[in-house]
């Protein structure tokens, strides 16, 4: 399964209508969380053919298609589902401050005709040009973002395997002043266009300008997303083995590095190569960054800058064995020693 997203280009007709059946969906999606959590209470459980059923013969009444009434319904019943198996957490309500802003439509959805593609209830929308992969369009999703309306397509194709250049192997550290550091010695920097961006989202919040802040801080995630596939993408394709430190994300976030935590996108990172090593045939290990910097690579002691004090320590010598570390290159190589084990690391 494939998602492509097109950008839409609709008539002041069409836009008036999205904007009316947004209220209305997002009292079906109150009503739908209300009515599974009180009912399970009771002992009350519904498959998602009964849940949907629910609601069947309102589309008059409410002026909107079934297909978007059934998909609204479906996400909530999947959205319970997924708490009831401790995989995510209670479903949130929809109101003012947590505003709907995407529509299902669950039906297969044809393929477009030159610049234009028929949506169910909206009829042909035009978009702004783009090719998609060959395959049946199972459903789709519009969506609204700051940018304006977006129309989501779920393409059922297999994805292009992404060519191997070589069979290399390597350890990755990720960092803050470094995006991510491996254990052959190459640094990533962070892009000098995102703080760029970030300086002018606080300019645009301070002038009270929303509407362009909100702008620009999709912008600033479509760029982040835009790099972290270019550089997932080239580490595939150069190493058949991928060993990634894990931090503690949520754990360093509420430590008082939350921005940089945001601004680095590290577990977007690492879902993409996990994903993206399996389409290339390659292999994508995590490993607990657990003492990572405090041992020596050369002799395995634990002769490292420790505690708070230790952090501003980038250059050090093993007191045990006096070899001279780099600490994120030093980080990078252990993490490489324990996923694939000593012996494919010092024959790399």
Request: aromatic share 6%.
């Amino acid at each position: 399964m494939i998602q492509r997203q097109l950008k839409l280009r609709l008539t002041k007709k069409q836009e008036a209508l999205l904007y009316e059946q947004l209220p209305i969906l997002t009292s079906v999606w109150n009503w739908a969380i209300h009515k599974i959590e009180l009912d399970a209470k009771g002992g009350i459980f519904y498959t998602p053919k009964d849940f949907q059923n629910l609601l069947s013969g309102t589309s008059k009444t409410l002026g909107i298609p079934s297909h978007s009434i059934q998909g609204m319904l479906a996400l909530a019943h999947q959205s319970w589902q997924r708490c009831f198996k401790k995989l995510a957490k209670k479903p949130k309500l929809k109101g003012n401050r947590n505003r709907l802003n995407s529509i299902p439509f669950p039906d297969p959805i044809g393929r477009p005709a030159g610049k234009k593609i028929k949506v169910p209830g909206l009829g042909m929308i035009r978009y702004h040009k783009q090719d998609l992969p060959e395959g049946k369009i199972k459903c789709g999703r519009i969506v609204k973002r700051a940018s304006g309306w977006h129309l989501c397509l779920f393409i059922d194709a297999e994805p292009t395997a992404i060519p191997r250049t070589s069979d290399n192997i390597i350890g990755i550290d990720p960092g803050y002043k470094h995006l991510i550091t491996t254990s052959d010695g190459e640094k990533v920097e962070h892009p000098k266009e995102l703080q760029c961006s970030i300086k002018r989202v606080g300019q645009a919040q301070r002038g009270g300008n929303k509407r362009l802040a909100a702008r620009i801080n999709e912008r600033i995630a479509n760029q982040r997303k835009d790099r972290n596939h270019k550089l997932s993408r080239r580490l595939v394709s150069e190493n058949s083995i991928i060993a990634f430190s894990k931090d503690d994300i949520r754990g360093l976030s509420r430590a008082g590095f939350g921005k940089s935590v945001s601004a680095a996108a590290h577990g977007q990172l690492r879902s993409m190569l996990d994903y993206k090593s399996r389409i290339g045939g390659g292999r994508y290990i995590e490993v607990p960054s657990r003492n990572s910097t405090r041992i020596c690579s050369a002799c395995g002691s634990s002769t490292g800058p420790r505690g708070h004090a230790g952090l501003s320590v980038r250059q050090w010598e093993c007191s045990a064995c006096g070899t001279p570390h780099d600490r994120d290159i030093n980080a990078a190589i252990n993490t490489l020693i324990a996923a694939v084990g000593t012996t494919v690391e010092r024959a790399a």
